[in-house]
């Protein structure tokens, strides 16, 4: 099992790059040692992309930043207090961090001193299957043994999950971001009963940093299951302030062949949470949304409210015209998502009829502007907006197909 890990990872391209092995070469020397640990090690080993990369080092912080400089790389502070530098090497940033293990414990302001222990710097990490090193040559080291949890999909706290919990509440949503990202079978039910015991501590976290993970956590794979089991540990409700539509979000998972907008996370809140119109807004605040990110859902649930309230498939243009490209395909998916958890059959076609046209056809764009009007001689003004406004029913009613030189006729004959 060993063997076949070394292997997989000596081959991957992101350990044989130039850059890395130039912070390799720059941080192994005067008896210290590098090594890469954690996020980048596990996705190569259960096939996921990898799109960052943390070093750990016995290198003091100004160590490193020395040798990187002597080396003709780019190092940054960024954490340094912590011990965490960030070194660019060929364009890549990678974080790197010096070997540290706790001396004291409360909270997240645990007082940690750097130390040259590798089994200690892993006792203070989260879980088993992330607390795997591999060296510059593709050497794996499994002080801990969570390579075999890892290759079994098995998410595990280090040592007591009550106590990783209280070092940090966040952990409670990673043990549920990670499951559902990389996780296989049953939850961890020792983990799962610390999360249990311990939940009142999310409470105390930062809405940001709660945010941060909920983003991640209804993205995943397997973020249904979780959220599902969330909710009924009483840990949804604490984290966002309402209940789950589980049924719904389970639905709009399984529509992931039909299209990707289910995995984003605006999408997935605005299902998950969407009883009523100011779930949203609630939501947003609670997680500390971006304006962006507030405003798609918001435009989800008005577009999702059409759907609701027609007594059958709403026309597709006056979707698009409406709530735009985007909003119509995520009002889309979060009323068919509905359709699907009432155990409702038989219209699946009429959803996918409606999904392709919504990203096919074009978005209509009315042909009139108060300019327009400006140079037929009208004065400006609030009239000038009220005949616009008539004029733009018409030409919805007329299903976008007026143009400019109709409306116009339109106008001279109303005149």
């Known amino acids: 099992m060993k063997d076949r890990a070394e292997d997989i990872l000596a081959a991957a391209n992101w350990l044989r790059s130039p850059g890395i092995q130039a912070v390799f070469s720059a ?13 980048a090690i596990r996705n190569t080993l259960l096939g996921h992309p990898v799109p960052d ?31 965490t530098i960030t070194v660019i090497s060929d364009g890549f940033p990678y ?18 001193v750097f130390g040259r222990d590798w089994k200690k710097d892993a006792l203070r990490r989260d879980f088993t299957m992330n607390a795997l090193y591999v060296d510059s ?74 945010g941060h993970e909920m983003r991640r956590l209804v993205s995943a794979p397997k973020a249904a299951i979780a959220v599902r089991m969330m909710n009924d540990c009483g840990l949804w409700e604490i984290a966002t302030g309402g209940l789950a539509k589980i049924e719904d979000f389970e639905a ?15 999408v997935g809140l605005t ?7 100011e779930d949203v807004d609630r939501v947003a605040d609670r997680l500390r949304l971006s304006n962006a990110e507030r405003k798609r859902m918001q435009i989800c649930w008005e577009a999702y409210k059409t759907f609701r309230q027609s007594d059958q498939m709403p026309d597709v243009k006056s979707l698009l015209y ?36 919504l990203k096919s056809l074009e978005v209509p764009v009315f042909p009139l502007k ?31 197909a007026l143009s400019k030189q109709d409306l116009l006729a339109r106008l001279e004959n109303r005149a």
């Not at 002080?143 to 009550?162: S, T």
């Not at 709009?252 to 605006?266: G, S, V, W």
């Not at 003004?381 to 018409?394: A, D, H, S, Y």
């Open 27 to 39: 941080l192994n020397r005067d008896n210290d040692s590098a090594r890469v640990v954690g996020g």
């Open 53 to 83: 990369i943390d070093i750990a080092t016995t290198a003091t912080p100004q160590d490193v930043m020395q040798r990187a400089a002597d080396a003709g790389l780019k190092p940054i502070g960024t954490g340094i207090d912590h011990g």
């Open 95 to 112: 974080e790197v961090t010096t070997l540290r293990e706790d001396v004291e414990t409360y909270g997240r302001q645990a007082k940690v």
């Open 137 to 210: 040559v593709g050497k794996l080291h499994d002080p801990l043994g969570g390579l075999e949890d890892c290759l079994a999909r098995r998410v595990r706290f280090i040592g007591d999950p009550d106590m990783r919990l209280r070092e940090d509440y966040l952990r409670i949503l990673r043990f549920f971001r990670i499951y559902a990202a990389y996780g296989d079978g049953d939850m961890d039910a020792e983990g799962l009963g610390a999360c249990l015991r311990q939940r009142d501590g999310l409470r105390h976290l930062s809405a940001e940093r709660i």
């Open 252 to 266: 709009l998972r399984q529509l992931d062949a039909f299209a990707p907008e289910i995995q984003d996370p605006e």
């Open 271 to 277: 299902v998950l949470s969407g009883f009523i119109r």
């Open 322 to 357: 409406t709530h735009g490209r985007q909003g119509a395909i995520d009002g889309l998916l979060a009323y068919w998502a509905a359709f699907e958890a009432q155990k409702r059959s038989g219209d699946r076609p009429a959803f996918e009829d409606a999904l392709l046209k």
């Open 370 to 400: 108060g300019a327009d009007m400006i140079a037929l001689g009208h004065r400006p003004g609030p009239q000038v907006g009220k005949v616009l406004k008539t004029l733009e029913q018409i030409w919805c009613e007329n299903g976008f």
